[in-house]
DNA sequence: CCTCTGACTCCTT
DNA sequence: AAAGGAGCCAGAG
């Protein structure tokens, strides 16, 4: 998609593309909480297209306002990948430092963290 | 236009 | 509990 060249994007001149959508929504998770991609997905209307939620994030230019480092997958799992680059390590740093707690075997109660966007309605 | 790549999820054994 | 398979589809080249 075309990007804007200069500057960040204007939402009025730059057609959105569905990576812009996902870095929208992603935005909207609060600090010290988490979403999964499936949950992401649906946001956007895109009900089904968990994956294209992680490939979209994946090229996000690091470091990024965006906080990319609250989306985990529904298993409640940092999604480990030798492809990610090390990443994956940095957004278990960064979720720790927001207080997110994560057990030995990386897991993360979705029970205590996952965001509710329901319970947020002036969003979007 | 065609093909390939994947940070996922759900359903079935 | 854990593993396999099918479906998902926007970008990049």
Not at 69 to 92: F, L, P
């Given at each position: 998609m ?5 500057g ?5 001149t730059?057609?959105?593309s ?18 999964t991609y499936?949950?992401?997905a649906?946001l956007?209307?895109?009900y089904?297209?968990?994956?294209q939620?992680?490939?979209?994030l ?5 470091p ?11 298993k409640?799992e940092v999604s480990m ?14 979720l720790?430092?927001e ?7 990386l897991?993360?109660q ?10 947020l309605?002036?969003?979007e």
């Amino acid at each position: 998609m075309t990007m804007v060249s200069t500057g960040r994007p204007n939402e009025i001149t730059v057609k959105k593309s569905f990576d812009l959508l996902v870095y929208e929504a992603v935005s909207h998770i609060p600090f010290g909480q988490v979403a999964t991609y499936g949950q992401i997905a649906e946001l956007i209307g895109a009900y089904g297209c968990a994956r294209q939620i992680g490939w979209s994030l994946k090229r996000l230019r690091l470091p990024s306002k965006i906080p990319w480092h609250r989306v985990i997958n529904a298993k409640g799992e940092v999604s480990m990948s030798i492809g990610r680059e090390g990443t994956d390590w940095i957004q278990i740093d960064l979720l720790k430092s927001e207080g997110v707690f994560i057990d030995q075997e990386l897991k993360i109660q979705l029970r205590r963290y996952l965001w509710k966007p329901d319970l947020l309605k002036d969003s979007e």
